[in-house]
């Protein structure tokens, strides 16, 4: 689950949006590359399961550990893409795809000082795509350029022509 739908400061937000979903396929494709098939007990001594497994953790720890390992790049790094499964890990057009994705997701952890603190509001594009179709459809595109492909894209810009009919 996207960590910004457990923040209580975001309460008025009512619905998921496509931003949130993208977010949830993001950390599903983390697990699926991490994901060791023949051997559970090297597959439970990887960072992301010992914390996404941990019973005592609440669901305020998991957001905090999600937010330290996707804002950060450094530690999305050491705790997760080095504990790739190596038909994962060693494919470096999926190490940087997933890079640019975290970067499009979590814009780095940049903190927006003037929207913070009541200054000049910077978001445009989240008041201008509550949705955040536009995030979904950077993301679809940098999936579609790693597998040379242009399907995700492409069917997009198909709902949008059915949109407008």
Not at 15 to 32: C, K, P, Q, Y
């Given at each position: 689950?996207?960590?910004?739908?457990?923040?209580?400061?975001?309460?008025?937000?009512?619905?998921?949006?496509?931003?949130?979903?993208?977010?949830?396929?993001?950390?599903?494709?983390?697990?699926?590359?991490?994901?060791?098939?023949?051997?559970?007990?090297?597959?439970?001594?990887?960072?992301?399961?010992?914390?996404?497994?941990?019973?005592?953790?609440?669901?305020?720890?998991?957001?905090?550990?999600?937010?330290?390992?996707?804002?950060?790049p450094k530690v999305f790094k050491n705790q997760i893409t080095d504990y790739f499964e190596p038909a994962y890990g060693n494919n470096i057009g999926?190490?940087?795809?997933?890079?640019?994705?975290?970067?499009?997701?979590?814009?780095?952890?940049?903190?927006?000082f003037a929207y913070e603190f009541g200054g000049l509001d910077n978001r445009v594009t989240e008041n201008g795509d509550p949705m955040k179709e536009?995030?979904?459809?950077?993301?679809?595109?940098?999936?579609?350029?790693?597998?040379?492909?242009?399907?995700?894209?492409?069917?997009?810009?198909?709902?949008?022509?059915?949109?407008?009919?």
């Amino acid at each position: 689950m996207a960590p910004i739908l457990f923040e209580d400061e975001r309460l008025e937000l009512d619905r998921r949006t496509l931003g949130h979903d993208m977010e949830s396929f993001f950390a599903v494709i983390i697990w699926m590359a991490s994901l060791n098939h023949t051997d559970e007990v090297a597959f439970k001594a990887k960072p992301l399961v010992i914390a996404m497994l941990d019973k005592k953790k609440t669901p305020v720890d998991m957001v905090r550990t999600k937010e330290d390992w996707f804002y950060r790049p450094k530690v999305f790094k050491n705790q997760i893409t080095d504990y790739f499964e190596p038909a994962y890990g060693n494919n470096i057009g999926f190490v940087e795809c997933l890079f640019k994705l975290r970067s499009i997701l979590y814009q780095d952890g940049e903190f927006d000082f003037a929207y913070e603190f009541g200054g000049l509001d910077n978001r445009v594009t989240e008041n201008g795509d509550p949705m955040k179709e536009g995030l979904f459809r950077q993301c679809m595109k940098e999936m579609d350029d790693y597998l040379d492909d242009t399907k995700g894209c492409s069917e997009m810009e198909w709902i949008d022509s059915k949109a407008r009919a």
